[in-house]
């Protein structure tokens, strides 16, 4: 797991060879005209998601996993604070892999919490799981996040 700004992504696009086309197109794309839903990038090989919601609680929030995709999430607007565990520490499945949508829940708690403003991005590898959509503002759910997932296939 990696959280940085948006300015720093050249450091990152060594470690992967689709990174360098994936930190582009959110440098490159007037993300705050994107409507929420899939937007095509790279074929399936990288697309983005647009998200746009109300956060939920951390109590609400559940930790995920994907095995064919690695995320950058970017958040445009809001603090997303992000739970997150090594998917390795993960006991308890909420839920089987569903591979047509790659991705798994669990009922595990999250290790840490990652206060993500705008601007800011978490990178989630496979081994990373991740509970993202969490805006607590005194302990509600009430916060207004918009941002944008970039999808980069594992291979």
Same mark, same amino acid.
């Given at each position: 797991?990696?959280?940085d700004k948006l300015i720093c992504a050249d450091r990152y696009t060594c470690l992967h060879p689709l990174f360098a086309?994936?930190? /582009? ?14 937007? #095509?990038?790279?074929?399936?090989? $990288?697309?983005? $998601?647009?998200? /746009? ?7 609400? @929030?559940?930790?995920?996993?994907? %095995? %064919?995709?690695?995320? $950058? ?10 739970g997150w565990k090594p998917l390795a520490e993960c006991l308890s499945p909420a839920t089987d892999y569903d591979a @047509? %949508?790659? $991705?798994?829940? =669990?009922?595990? &708690? +999250?290790?840490?919490?990652? /206060?993500? +403003? &705008?601007? &800011?991005?978490?990178? =989630?590898?496979?081994?990373? #799981?991740? @509970? +993202? ?5 005194? *302990?509600?759910?009430? *916060?207004?996040? %918009? ?9």
């Open positions: 797991m990696i959280i086309r994936a930190f /582009a197109f959110l440098r490159d794309t007037d993300l705050g005209q994107l409507q929420p839903g899939r937007h #095509a990038v790279q074929g399936d090989a $990288i697309f983005a $998601i647009v998200e /746009a919601c109300h956060g939920r609680s951390r109590a609400e @929030a559940q930790l995920e996993c994907h %095995r %064919r995709y690695i995320d $950058i999430q970017l958040v445009l607007e809001g603090v997303d604070e992000m @047509a %949508r790659d $991705i798994q829940f =669990f009922t595990d &708690a +999250p290790a840490s919490w990652i /206060a993500t +403003p &705008a601007g &800011a991005f978490c990178l =989630f590898f496979p081994e990373d #799981a991740h @509970a +993202p959509l969490v805006s607590t503002l005194k *302990g509600t759910s009430t *916060g207004f996040i %918009r941002k944008v997932v970039v999808k980069i296939a594992v291979e």
